[in-house]
């Protein structure tokens, strides 16, 4: 059985119902010994889902196992990149993030979890990225990483790994409100040549392949993520650009108010799931 998520579109994308749909059993247990929930009731603010499902369950054996030992896993590399960045000094300040956070896995345990959120001095919300950047320029005086890309997804990557097994617990109410309604009306807009909106694949379509690859609910909890076909590590800023490439529109800017709310959004959808720190994707 075939079916088919697009109206009007000049190209067709076929997704093959059912075909895909081969949950892992069990959950994602990495080293041997550290339990990860990938499979939790959806948010009571989530109206399509009734369970939340971390990307992980649908990959096939190989991809899974490479999460499930950290030597298997690429993206652990960029991790101790980030660990050496997390203590070496810089800009005119000569800190480190050390130096004012000291031990990360004390003072960056649940950071990750609650990301993006709202930052009350600058009255913003902010993703994980922006912190980092406002950081090095505040207080380090050192120039702002490149967004999405590079050194400051490995550090994210670090600071994520100290939460690693907490549940995600985004907010999503008070000073973020508004971001996040536009974040959702974001999610349900269909867009591009091909008139999807992020909901047609991951809400309507997930378990189901499109041409090779099996769907995902596109949840945010992996992030970043080592992608098998790119051999580089993703956040999720990185990816919503290729997602929205993807459906043949003109994207937005990767460090844009649009993306942010779009982030808050997708990343409450997860709220339960626990932080995976570094994931593994195709």
Same mark, same amino acid.
């Given at each position: 059985?075939?079916?088919?998520?697009?109206?009007?579109?000049?190209?067709?994308v076929?997704?093959?119902?059912g075909?895909?749909?081969?949950?892992?059993?069990?959950?994602?247990?990495?080293?041997?010994?550290?339990?990860?929930?990938?499979?939790?009731?959806?948010?009571?603010?989530?109206?399509?889902?009734?369970?939340?499902?971390?990307?992980?369950?649908?990959?096939?054996?190989?991809t899974?196992a490479?999460e499930?030992?950290?030597?298997?896993?690429?993206?652990m590399?960029?991790?101790?990149?980030?660990?050496?960045?997390?203590?070496e000094?810089?800009?005119?300040?000569?800190?480190?993030?050390?130096?004012?956070?000291?031990?990360?896995?004390?003072?960056?345990a649940?950071v990750?979890?609650?990301y993006?959120?709202?930052?009350?001095?600058?009255g913003?919300?902010?993703?994980?990225?922006?912190?980092?950047?406002?950081?090095?320029?505040?207080?380090?005086? &050192? *120039?702002?990483? %490149?967004?999405?890309?590079? @050194?400051? +997804?490995? $550090? !994210?990557? /670090?600071?994520?790994?100290?939460?690693? =097994?907490m549940?995600?617990?985004?907010?999503?109410?008070?000073?973020?409100?508004?971001?996040?309604?536009?974040?959702?009306?974001?999610?349900?807009?269909?867009?591009?040549?091909?008139?999807?909106?992020?909901a047609?694949?991951?809400?309507?379509?997930?378990?189901?392949?499109?041409?090779?690859?099996?769907l995902?609910?596109?949840?945010?909890?992996?992030?970043?993520?080592?992608?098998?076909?790119?051999?580089?590590l993703?956040?999720?800023?990185?990816?919503?650009?290729?997602?929205?490439?993807?459906?043949? &529109? *003109?994207?937005? %800017?990767?460090?844009?108010? @649009?993306? +942010?709310? $779009? !982030?808050? /959004?997708?990343a409450?959808?997860?709220? =339960?799931?626990?932080?995976?720190?570094?994931?593994?994707?195709?």
């Open positions: 059985m075939t079916k088919t998520v697009l109206k009007g579109a000049i190209t067709s076929a997704i093959l119902a075909a895909g749909m081969a949950l892992a059993e069990g959950n994602l247990v990495i080293n041997g010994d550290l339990e990860l929930t990938t499979e939790a009731p959806a948010p009571s603010h989530i109206e399509g889902l009734t369970t939340v499902y971390s990307g992980w369950v649908f990959r096939d054996s190989f899974q490479m499930m030992d950290d030597f298997d896993n690429p993206g590399l960029f991790v101790d990149a980030g660990e050496d960045m997390w203590n000094p810089a800009g005119t300040s000569g800190k480190a993030c050390a130096d004012c956070h000291g031990d990360a896995s004390e003072s960056m649940g990750r979890a609650v993006p959120k709202w930052n009350e001095a600058a913003e919300v902010r993703t994980l990225e922006m912190q980092i950047n406002a950081c090095r320029t505040e207080n380090q005086g &050192a *120039e702002a990483l %490149k967004y999405g890309k590079g @050194d400051i +997804v490995s $550090l !994210e990557a /670090y600071i994520s790994m100290q939460s690693r =097994g549940p995600m617990n985004v907010a999503i109410d008070g000073p973020v409100a508004d971001v996040w309604a536009q974040g959702k009306q974001m999610y349900y807009t269909r867009t591009g040549q091909l008139e999807l909106s992020c047609s694949c991951h809400e309507e379509n997930y378990g189901n392949l499109i041409r090779a690859e099996t995902s609910q596109g949840q945010t909890n992996g992030f970043p993520v080592y992608r098998i076909k790119d051999s580089v993703t956040s999720a800023a990185g990816r919503f650009v290729g997602c929205v490439r993807d459906t043949k &529109a *003109e994207t937005y %800017k990767i460090d844009s108010s @649009d993306f +942010v709310a $779009l !982030e808050l /959004y997708v409450s959808r997860g709220n =339960g799931l626990s932080v995976e720190g570094v994931s593994v994707r195709n």
